[in-house]
């Protein structure tokens, strides 16, 4: 089955600088790459997603980028800001109909100004 | 309603008893989702629901584990005889149907502690 990898397990950064997680998965099948933000006490939140017709998409700050040559794919921060600290979770959907994201272990970030 | 409610959202029990967790997806969303996450770690795939299909159960951990959802809505999973090792937050997710192009809405999570 598929298998998520996730690096860093920890992140700290100074505010206004980059962040860069990223995530390596296993069934070359998998189509669908979504991104979530967790803060303490609540549930996941997507914050951007990317399918496997692409190689990169952006959303204000947030980005993220595909190779699916290497099966890995990248969440990119820029001009981080406090409220961006979080754990953040990256995950694949395996190409099969009716089956779930499968997770990464998660990397939390901490932004320090 | 506005998001995947979950109820309760914290349970302390102790070792040996049953508990049930319930989860009420979004109005109109097909497929539910149950994930375990203990503390550190990611989101443990449990099981999925998608309208009137079987279930998927292959991430359920053991027999004492099981899930129901009733009238294609509300979702209880229950454990029994609980372990000390089951301690950890129980996420319920939701979405539209159950192909990659629908948004999984997550709920906020029942806290499960077993002293």
Known sequence: GENVEQHPSTLSVQEGDSAVIKCTYSDSASNYFPWYKQELGKGPQLIIDIRSNVGEKKDQRIAVTLNKTAKHFSLHITETQPEDSAVYFCAASPNQAGTALIFGKGTTLSVSS | ?115
């Open chain 2, 1 to 115: 309603g506005a998001g995947v409610s979950q109820s309760p959202s914290n349970k302390v029990t102790e070792k040996g008893k049953d508990v049930e967790l319930r989860c009420d997806p979004i109005s109109g969303h097909t497929a539910l989702y149950w994930y375990r996450q203990s503390l550190g770690q990611g989101l443990e795939f449990l099981i999925y629901f998608q309208g009137n299909s079987a279930p998927d159960k292959s991430g359920l951990p053991s027999d004492r584990f099981s899930a129901e959802r009733t009238g294609g809505s509300v979702s209880t999973l229950t454990i029994q005889r609980t372990q000390q090792e089951d301690s950890a937050v129980y996420l319920c997710a939701s979405s539209l149907g159950g192909g990659v192009e629908n948004t999984i809405y997550f709920g906020e999570g029942s806290w499960l502690t077993v002293v």
